[in-house]
């Protein structure tokens, strides 16, 4: 049986060992680690949670390109280290640009950029979904959950509205 952990997640504010060993398990790359706020946009309402979707919708207002990678939060308490699968807007002027709202009012995040990996929309047994990523967790300098291709079913209507499914 797995152990219980309280944590309290914070973004990093350094990279560390529990983090350095992150970025090698994902084969990620130091030079592609940023830290962003987050940005409104005027043409939608994105949803939190749903940042696949929300960028997806961006290229029907600006120019750019969806942009994917990991979030990364970290409790130095505890020593742990948690990698979510998010994506961000690259604009025009190759700025990265997080246009989700987050769940606990965070003034920033730190975004490394996966080339490798990236979501999509799918049909799953007639529902909107999405093919992604599950969540990575380091604890201790050990990787305790590893990443994996998930299907999601999409529950914001954010999709639907905007004629994206």
């Known amino acids: 049986m797995d152990a219980i952990i309280k944590t309290k997640l914070d973004y990093p504010k350094k ?3 529990t983090i ?13 680690i940023h830290r962003l706020k987050l940005t409104k946009v005027q043409h939608f309402k994105p949803v ?4 696949h979707i929300n960028t997806m919708l ?51 995040v730190m975004f490394i950029v996966d080339g490798d990996r990236m979501a999509k929309p799918i049909t799953y047994e007639g529902k909107a979904a999405l093919y992604t ?24 209507n954010l999709a639907r509205e905007q004629g994206l499914i």
């Open 133 to 156: 990523f599950s969540n990575v967790q380091v604890i201790k300098g050990n990787v305790e959950r590893d990443t994996k291709s998930i299907i999601s079913i999409i529950h914001s």
């Open 48 to 51: 939190a949670n749903e940042c």
């Open 20 to 32: 350095e060993i992150l970025l090698r398990h994902l084969k990620l790359k130091g030079k592609d």
């Open 58 to 108: 961006m290229k029907d207002f600006e120019d750019g390109k969806q942009e994917f990678g990991w979030l990364v939060w970290y409790d130095a308490k505890n020593d742990f280290c948690e990698a979510i699968f998010h994506s961000v807007w690259r604009n025009s002027n190759e700025s990265l640009i997080d246009i989700t709202p987050r769940q606990h009012n965070e003034k920033r």
């Open 15 to 17: 990279i560390n060992k």
